[in-house]
């Protein structure tokens, strides 16, 4: 796509940045909310264009299984299927195919699975991949990848990336429309000379954006932005980077600090079902007893709708009684988290203080909660 | 309370009216939404109050025994607790203790029972019944009464009854506060003569209102509103008449129909969470196949959020991913339904058009759905 991407400042390695998409326009960095199954766990799109959501992911493998590309394409795409007008990512169903089936058998052509909902038999192919994110009418695809397991051997790394640089080159002639952006994914397993080599190929094509994939599969904290620091300056600068599958909200502000530009994860809305809610001074575990009684909003700093009408007795109540409202209310919190946490790192780059931000929000969460 | 119950308008037996209570005015007839265990499931309140609910119920007997008055009460009551601004009735727990205990014990002065969270010990009195509503802040507060299962004998109804007119007397001599509204409870089994006695009994006493229970406990539905009909004409034209735990949506209009101002179910909202949904032509199962490509609303005559925005083959899909927006988009819808069934009687009732109101929607519930 012509003028996808422009990067509008940098602050050290930060960068903010601007998006264009068939259903507009989005700010970077940005966060992803995770929408699964065409829908983000709990929340109404209402509630989630409220929140300031400004893109969110679906996963192609999740909807192609179930309720199929048919029921997708009758309703008239993703975007009217789940009511959510604003831009979709959808991954390529690469990482659920290696990470839910047992049962995979890898060819150079694609790759054959059985259902982890019935058994039932599928081969996706790189453009078939790429035809039913078109079908799905997302705005940013993503190609037929391999995610290369922690540990693995360098040998094995090796031809696995040269089969993901096939699969690219592939995926690249199967789009039919440049109105659907294309990102690559750089993999390389966790070694530095395999990431620069591979981020170097693939920048080599008309790819609309990176992704650095294969990461946060179990390795060491420290490996994984060693990872991140040996791939980004072998990516063109005027594309964005997008560290898939990451992370907490500290793991966030590192990736910002190195340069990328794009975050999905499931941790703001999984913890949030799980009871496990971001504050500005730190996670609190809601079952606790210590909030049985307490009559304090979960997070005094927050304006949310959770924080501005509820009390931490009252979430904890919902939490321990099983309630869906809970579920409701803690995702709401905890994107509001995230969201926010973006949008202020977008205002911090732009101002040439994100160091000083991300500092000052760290020393908070490192505050006991009162 | 002093105007506590005005009747408006009659057209036939059905009533026009308006309750006051400390939270604000509503009008009859009315439909509340239970909300068990502090929460209307899968609703936020501010939800709730847009679709108009104009009060919901809760339950002495399960906010008692988790999480505890000491909780409601050091957040500031059930209102506080639950953000709920608008008026809340409060059942007895009475119906709880005999319908989810096994274990239990009647005794002239009250019940024991073993808790079904922890099998704890508890005896509630009818005072003790009172002192909890009132430390919730209930502004419908209903007495501890024995809810005879069906059938009974004519000897053990008949000392039950007695016995409820015991406990509703203690009940109103506890009342510490007239702010909070006490009802009554009319019993009597399937017995004509007994419904007609106890409800001439109990209108002796300064009630705020009179509820018709013991009914939808097995018995033929012809039965029931018998039942009603022997019960409505002793009880005063200038009180509010309530008939717990009912029911369907024709079952609501054919109580307004015989002169009931106040409805509560979970019907609505249950049905919803199992994917039994109301429209205006009729019920709708959303996990049936042929919903599965159906890029219809689900009911097209329909306004609510749910209808507006989303396809049935999406509510399918959510409702067979086992997601949690499947609840919140068909309890919105049901509610919906619900609320606009009895806000379109009161404009019936007004207009002396009750009668042919009721014909109408049930002849459209009959049709087949297109």
């Known amino acids: 796509m012509d003028n996808f991407f422009q990067l509008v400042k940098m602050d050290g390695d930060a960068r903010l940045g601007e998006v264009r998409t068939a ?126 397991g922690y540990p693995s051997t360098r040998g094995y790394v090796l031809s696995s990336t040269a089969l993901t640089t096939k699969w690219a080159k592939e995926s690249l002639r199967a789009r039919s429309r440049r109105s659907h952006a ?59 980077r997008y560290m898939m599958g990451v992370g907490k909200p500290d793991d966030i502000l590192e990736g910002i600090e190195r340069g990328v530009d794009l975050f999905d994860c499931v941790i703001p809305t999984r913890n949030a079902r799980n009871g496990m809610l971001y504050t500005s001074h730190g996670p609190v575990i809601i079952k606790n007893a210590r909030y049985a009684m307490d009559a304090g909003p979960l997070d005094p700093d927050c304006s949310c709708y959770t924080c501005r009408n509820f009390t931490r007795a009252y979430l904890r109540h919902l939490f321990v009684s099983h309630e869906i409202l809970s579920a409701y209310l803690n995702t709401l919190h905890n994107l509001h988290f995230y969201l926010t946490l973006t949008r202020n790192a977008r205002h911090a780059i732009d101002e040439g203080n994100f160091l000083g931000y991300k500092k000052q929000l760290i020393e908070n969460w490192r505050e006991t909660i009162s």
């Not at 394409?73 to 990512?89: D, Q, S, T, Y």
């Not at 089936?101 to 081969?123: C, M, Q, W």
């Not at 920048?203 to 954006?209: I, N, R």
């Not at 791939?231 to 063109?236: D, K, M, Q, V």
């Open 23 to 148: 259903h507009g326009t989005f700010q970077t960095p940005a966060f992803m909310p995770v929408g699964t199954q065409g829908t983000v766990k709990a929340m109404p799109p209402a509630t989630l264009e409220a929140l300031g959501a400004q893109i969110v992911l679906s996963n192609t493998y999740h909807l192609y299984l179930r309720p199929g590309m048919e029921a997708i394409r009758k309703v008239g795409g993703l975007h009217r299927f789940m009511n959510w007008r604003r831009p979709i990512l959808t991954d390529s169903g690469g990482y659920q195919v290696f990470s839910l089936n047992a049962l995979r058998e890898i060819t150079p052509g694609g790759v054959k699975f059985a259902s982890h909902l019935d058994g039932s038999s599928h081969y996706l192919t790189p453009s078939k991949v790429i035809e039913i994110q078109e079908a799905l009418g997302s705005d940013i695809m993503m190609p037929l990848d391999e995610c290369v």
């Open 182 to 240: 294309l990102f690559a994914i750089v993999q390389g397993g966790m070694y530095n000379d395999l990431r620069q080599q591979h981020a170097r190929e693939l920048s080599q094509l008309s790819f609309d954006g990176f992704a650095i994939g294969g990461l946060s599969v179990g390795e060491p904290k420290g490996l994984m932005w060693e990872m991140v620091e040996a791939t980004i300056p072998f990516l063109p600068q005027d594309r964005p």
